[in-house]
């Protein structure tokens, strides 16, 4: 399974990248940490004509401080080094939980935390993580920067807002309240497969253990990674109880998800799942937010 | 005579080299000149080729030929058959459909080859087929076992009436008499789904033809080197000893890789002759998927007739068996399902039919259980189910019914692959089924955990099945062994070798009898170019056949050695020694003759010898056995199951098998890790699915999937029970295959305890959490 | 015309300056450019590990990878660990409790292993068997690769 021929072109600095990238336009295409897009390409199912590798650019590599209290994360940080970071471990402990469940560790090794976020595969967990954590994306081209909320880019499978000619450079995470909990659940048939029906949860708590705001991101069942809106509708504002907890997740598991069938599974085991995980999520989320 | 090494686990000769990356596997071979071939498959699955185009691609900057099923001209030919028909069986209807290795004017399964490209690298070969533009008339797509036999169907086979492949029967005592004397009779449909063998290494065939030495010399990862050689000399219209087939290193076989006459060993080695340069074809992962046989798809009407107390007094099953577009292995695969319903327990009456049947789908040849976990899951399950109805516990049932040592040898009534009728050698059916249920605490689970997780709302259940393994067919194997004149031991034969430590529990054989250290043992196997008899790795049959053969020629090596020391010590035979790789005088140890200046003596270059004289320490010998012998044991396995999602955990195994005397007590255990492996992918993980189109849906290791480390339970128990068989004289029977054929039925009978819903009954071998989930629904709302 | 890429890879110490095809996967590089042929292929995916060698330390796939994508990096492969008159200790716990079969997916176990015990040079069997989990094997059901893993844990601390 090899792949088909392309130009390519390995650019050592940003700017010599975004040259080259608005000279390619459709024909060019990113080459980050290779490890969706080269099986993709070795099955013959990719073949850009033109790839702009980035593992040169060093300076795209990097996990800073922001002044918030937040992170500002290059994109070409491997998913390994952002795993390991004290920052992130500090910081954002349910990012380094979601990433142990991003395949292996040799994939996470080469595997850019950038470039999973523009990737935008539904079934992948770093767009989900994106949007749980609120994520603002910059966006680089020749002709300038722009910021993008991480809720306002993904727009279908495998598609983002990002034009032929821009790359995403840098990924920068607002940091967590005070008091919020965090949960991972996710149901897949094997570790670091693709996950049946996945759920990230945060939830902070004010001084009364009422809820001052719930996020809920879904993924693999649906177009796109998914911000859920009931869970913070019905639960803002009160002492979530089980009864509460299991409405919203009923709900969620109806409504404002659209997982498919497949082999794996049929759509209404995986609602089920949404249900199951997001009422384990919340659970858990608000547990840890008390502590 | 002391026994060293049989049954010692000792450290593998072969390790070294493996662990270092100095083993040559196929794929390692590369010769000067050497082109690289590209097989371009269809993606329809039934269709009428009406033109195949490969202009363009062989008009594509280092491609050197193109070739279709016209370029073949009279070589093309379908077949032949591998395993004949079994015309043995009374009343056997067969309609031979073999292989085509190339498609000629119709398409019959989606993967099967169209055309071959060979170009200057794998790289081009590829980016050739691209090129390669197909002109059809789909045709309707085969692919329910049931539909596939409705009058108006498509035939895949447009000469014959139905899309029927055989049809055969075979019965002991009354079936009907049975079923009107029972209490109780239950009938189950019971689906067995398809699965691939999968080894982590692809197929591959390497070819060179030197015409001036009118030598063809050919690398396969091929499980059958001499049958192989034999159809390519004969299809080239070349002898026999004119082509060299050599087995590399090979990276698992675990079944798929005994077909031949396909595409690699029909067409390449011709593309080899005609362009004059060695040629070379690597299968990849997603070909491997598509154009690789695998096995099980069978669907079963099987009824169980008893009497309250639980006797079984008949079985009846009807089932269809997919054999997938051509039926090339004969009907082994199904035989071996229908031996092995009937061979754990007494059932006085049974009427077993299989209706062998044409798909558009991938051709079925053996993996790994071969057909036999197919007839062991539908008689545990079919007990299971009669043990729900009878209100006995599963474990109980199976005592009541289990073959007892004092049957064996048993007549079983089936004629079986070997094609004749089975006979159960030997036996302890009862023991194995008390050690695994004392070893996984059977009781104790029941009476005191299972009811103290439940109250936790947890789902813990348990399982205990048996399994036969029918093992060490016929119909012979056979080998030299030969003394060096360093005093190191050759042992050559053509078993071929997949990982299943043949260097190593070969040499510990021969090392036992010529008295030299295993390290010095060295094992040969599949050149033909070394030794041209044999017939094939399949039925766990290797150590049993070759370990006999090697037994029986070592033995006269080393009668051969002690009437020469006799002759130049000048002493009695019966007061010589042989140890350490020297023959010595029992009480003048000083006095003494090593092995290799026996050899040196054993061949004189000058003078004259006498009538008869056989040059060498050297003896070949073959061995043929009447039947096979029959390994067996029992099973259990404790899960935890969230039916919630679901998800299972396998928390604990117990295995107690019994393979006779075990050559290597490690390496048999190593053998059922990975059969238990295989067994539980089987269960919960490894689905070959087609769709509607008859394309294949699970192409890759995303889709196809296999249990990973954290798949496996973290606590395995092993027990040995050796029952020696009378056959041969080591006792030994073989196990390759035996951890993998009793999993299926351990984990359903495990997941339905776990669960515990009266009406929940798994009638399918392949589950995921999807499909468990679904069951425990259905159960709940009944 | 096929664009040629200059690329200068060092594997096993040994440093490697050639012209590649850009699409050429790493571990054709590594098994037929400089011919080391210890590193097998089996999936091309990246989902098995049997390709897997340490790229500046990391285990890392090679077949989804190209070979222009490490130019400048430091590669070690099986062929770094022992030879076959003195085994590296994890090759020597992997033959004394037999943990490989076929061999084919060895040597994507020694080097995942190789990474794993220098960071937890004493793990348990759970983390041992975790540690494996991203390489398959198909002959030996991973019992005893896990316990083989631990072995050389031990033996390595012993040197």
């Known amino acids: 399974m090899k792949p088909a021929p392309f130009e390519y072109f390995a650019p050592t600095s940003v700017s010599e990248a975004l040259d080259k990238l608005s000279e390619l336009g459709y024909s060019g295409k990113v080459l980050a940490g290779g490890q969706s897009l080269i099986p993709a390409m070795n099955f013959r199912m990719a073949r850009p004509s033109a790839l702009v590798d980035l593992n040169k650019v060093k300076e795209l590599s990097y996990i800073k401080p922001t002044s918030d209290g937040g992170l500002a994360i290059g994109t070409m940080t491997r998913d390994s080094l952002v795993e390991e970071n004290a920052l992130v471990n500090e910081r954002f402990p349910i990012l380094v939980r979601t990433l142990k469940h991003v395949a292996h560790k040799q994939i996470r090794n080469r595997g850019t935390f950038g470039g999973a976020i523009a990737h935008a595969d539904p079934a992948a967990q770093l767009p ?40 995403l450079a840098e990924v920068v995470l607002p940091p967590l309240a005070p008091r919020t909990g965090t949960s991972y659940q996710q149901v897949s048939r094997q570790k670091g ?57 009923a709900y969620v598991a109806k409504n404002e998800c659209d997982p498919g069938t497949d082999i794996h599974g049929t759509e209404e085991y995986r609602r089920n799942l949404v249900h199951v995980l997001v009422r384990r999520s919340l659970t858990e989320a608000v547990q840890q937010a008390k502590r | 005579m002391a026994e060293k090494y049989v049954g010692q686990s000792i450290r593998r000769n072969e390790d070294p080299r493996l662990l270092t990356g100095n083993s040559t596997f196929i794929d390692d071979i590369n010769l000067a000149g050497m082109l690289h071939i590209a097989i371009k498959r269809s993606d329809f699955a039934h269709a009428k080729i009406n033109k195949i185009d490969v202009e363009k691609a062989k008009a594509l900057p280092g491609v050197v030929a193109v070739y279709t099923a016209e370029d073949l001209g009279d070589y093309w030919r379908p077949g032949p058959l591998q395993v004949p028909p079994p015309s043995v069986i009374k009343g056997a209807v067969f309609f031979a459909r073999p292989l085509e290795c190339i498609a000629k004017n119709k398409i019959r399964f989606s993967g099967e080859p169209v055309a071959v490209v060979v170009a200057e690298s794998r790289y081009i070969a590829e980016d050739a ?33 139905s899309n029927l492949a055989a049809d055969v029967v075979q019965e002991d005592g009354s079936w009907e008499k049975a079923a009107a004397e029972a209490d109780v009779i239950v009938k189950k449909r019971i689906l067995v789904n398809r699965l691939a063998g999968a080894a982590m290494e692809n197929r591959g065939l390497v070819a060179n033809w030197d015409a001036n030495l009118s030598l063809l010399t050919i690398w396969a990862t091929t499980q059958g080197p001499i049958p192989m050689r034999n159809s390519i000399a004969k299809y080239l219209g070349l002898l026999e000893n004119q082509v060299r087939l050599i087995n590399p290193s090979i990276g698992g076989g ?33 070909e491997n998927f598509l154009g690789t046989t695998s096995e099980r798809d069978q669907l079963h009407y099987a009824e169980i007739a008893l009497k309250k107390d639980g006797t079984i007094l008949g079985f009846k099953d009807v089932f269809y068996h997919n054999t997938g577009a051509y039926n090339p292995y004969g009907m082994t695969v199904p035989l071996n399902t229908q031996t092995h319903t009937v061979s754990n327990y007494h059932i006085p009456n049974f009427y077993t039919r299989i209706k062998m049947v044409f798909t558009n789908q991938m051709v079925v040849t053996p993996v790994r259980g071969a057909g036999r976990p197919q007839g062991v899951f539908v008689m545990e399950r079919m007990i299971d189910a009669a043990a729900k109805e009878l209100g006995m516990d599963p474990v109980e049932l199976r005592r009541k019914n289990l073959l007892q040592p004092e049957a064996f040898p048993l007549r079983t009534g089936i004629i079986g692959q070997d094609f004749v009728e089975g006979i159960l050698d030997s036996g302890n059916y009862p ?122 020629a070592s033995l006269k090596v080393r009668e051969k050695a002690l009437n020469l020391a ?65 390994g067996f044991g029992c099973l259990g396995m404790i899960v935890d199951v969230d039916p919630e999602t679901g998800k299972i955990k396998i928390e604990k195994l117990v295995i107690t098998d019994d393979c006779g005397q075990p050559v290597n007590p490690m390496v048999v255990d190593g053998q059922l890790h990975g059969g238990l492996q295989m067994g539980i992918g089987d269960g919960f993980y490894e689905h070959l699915v087609y769709d509607d189109y008859g394309q294949l849906l699970t192409a890759s290791f995303m889709d196809y999937l296999f249990p990973q480390a954290t798949d496996m339970p973290a606590k395995t128990e092993i027990i040995h029970s050796i029952t020696k068989t009378s056959l041969n004289p080591l006792g030994i029977k073989g196990v390759g295959e035996a951890g993998a054929i009793a999993p299926p039925a351990c984990m359903m009978q495990a997941f339905e305890d776990a669960v515990g819903l009266k009406d929940m009954f798994i009638s399918e071998s392949i589950l995921n959490p999807s499909k468990l989930y679904h069951y425990i629904q259905k159960a709940k709302g009944a | 015309m096929t664009q040629k890429v200059k690329v200068a890879i060092t594997v096993n110490g040994t440093l490697y300056e050639r012209e590649v095809e850009p699409r050429l996967l790493l571990s054709d590089f590594i098994r037929h450019e400089i011919g080391l042929k210890g590193t097998h292929v089996g999936c091309e995916h990246g989902l098995c590990g049997a390709c897997t060698v340490l790229i500046d330390g990391q285990s890392s796939r090679s077949c989804t990878l190209f070979a222009v994508m490490v130019d400048g990096s430091e590669i070690k492969t099986v062929e770094s660990l022992g030879t076959m008159e003195k085994l ?33 040079p004493n793990p348990t069997a759970e983390e041992a068997r975790e540690a494996i989990d991203g390489n398959f094997c198909r002959c030996t059901g991973y019992e005893n690769i896990v316990k083989a893993v631990q072995l050389a844990a031990k033996k390595m601390a012993a040197h």
């Open chain 2, 129 to 161: 087929l691209d090129l390669i533009e197909l002109d059809v008339e789909p045709l309707p797509y085969v692919g329910d076992l049931e539909k596939s036999l409705d009058p108006g169907a498509a035939l895949v086979h447009e000469d014959l009436e």
């Open chain 1, 193 to 249: 497969g693709y996950a049946q029906a996945a759920v990230i949860s945060a939830v902070t708590l004010d001084a009364a253990d009422k809820v001052k705001e719930v996020r809920v991101a879904l993924f693999s069942v649906g177009e796109t990674a998914l911000l859920a809106k009931k869970p913070h509708e019905v639960l803002a504002g009160t002492v979530p109880t089980a009864e509460a907890i299991e409405e919203v997740a």
């Open chain 2, 431 to 552: 023991y194995a089924l008390e050690k695994t249920v004392e070893g996984i605490e059977y009781e104790k689970f029941k009476k005191e955990i299972q009811p103290k997780a439940r109250a936790e709302g947890k789902y813990k259940g348990i399982g205990v099945v048996m399994f036969t393994e029918g093992t060490a067919v016929g119909p012979y194997e056979g080998c030299k062994v030969m003394v060096g004149v360093t005093g190191k031991v050759s042992v050559i034969t053509a078993y071929s070798n997949q990982g299943q430590a043949h260097y190593t529990t070969f040499a510990q054989v021969a090392a036992d009898n010529l008295g030299v250290k295993v390290t010095d043992v060295d094992v040969v196997t599949g050149d033909s170019g070394q030794w041209s008899w044999g017939v094939g790795a399949f039925a766990s049959r290797g150590i049993t056949l070759v370990g006999t053969a090697i037994h029986n």
């Open chain 1, 128 to 167: 989900a993580a994106s949007l749980l954590l609120d994520a603002n994306l910059k966006v680089l081209s020749k002709s300038g920067e722009r910021w993008v909320k991480a809720t306002d880019f993904f727009i279908g499978p495998f598609m983002t807002v990002l034009e032929p000619e821009e790359m």
């Open chain 2, 566 to 630: 006799s002759k130049l010590l000048e002493t009695p035979v019966e007061e010589l020694e042989l140890e350490d790789g020297v023959v010595r005088i029992a009480d003048m140890p000083e006095k003494s003759i090593s092995l290799g200046e026996l050899a040196m003596r054993s061949n004189p270059t000058r003078g004259t010898v006498e009538p008869g004289m056989e040059p060498g320490l050297e003896a070949a010998s073959y061995y043929g056995p009447p039947h096979g012998v029959t």
């Open chain 2, 254 to 286: 675990f079944g798929p890789k005994i077909m031949s006459s396909q595409i690699d060993d029909v067409v390449i080695p011709w593309i080899a002759m005609k362009l004059k340069r060695p040629v070379k074809w690597i299968e990849d992962r997603r």
């Open chain 3, 88 to 120: 590296h200790p994890i090759q020597e716990a992997f033959t004394e409790v037999h943990a490989l079969q076929c061999g084919y997916c060895t040597p994507g176990f020694l080097m995942t292993t190789v990474e794993f015990l220098e960071g937890n």
